[in-house]
């Protein structure tokens, strides 16, 4: 969830000023869905292990 991930990182980061939360959302923006489900790590262990 992209809203969940921008409130992580704005305290994970400890963003110093509203450009530096504006370059994380641009970036955020310039990955594709399929890129940000490729580097998501799974929650649950894959069954089929």
Same mark, same amino acid.
């Given at each position: 969830? /992209? =809203?969940? $991930? =921008? +409130? $992580?990182?704005? =305290? $994970?980061?400890?963003?110093?000023?509203?450009?530096?939360?504006? /370059? /994380?959302? +641009?970036?955020? +923006? /310039?990955?594709?869905?399929?890129?940000? +489900?490729?580097?998501?790590?799974?929650?649950?262990?894959?069954?089929?292990?």
């Amino acid at each position: 969830d /992209e =809203v969940a $991930y =921008v +409130r $992580y990182a704005s =305290v $994970y980061r400890s963003f110093q000023d509203v450009e530096s939360f504006q /370059e /994380e959302i +641009r970036k955020l +923006r /310039e990955l594709g869905d399929d890129d940000r +489900r490729r580097n998501q790590l799974p929650l649950l262990p894959d069954e089929s292990s």
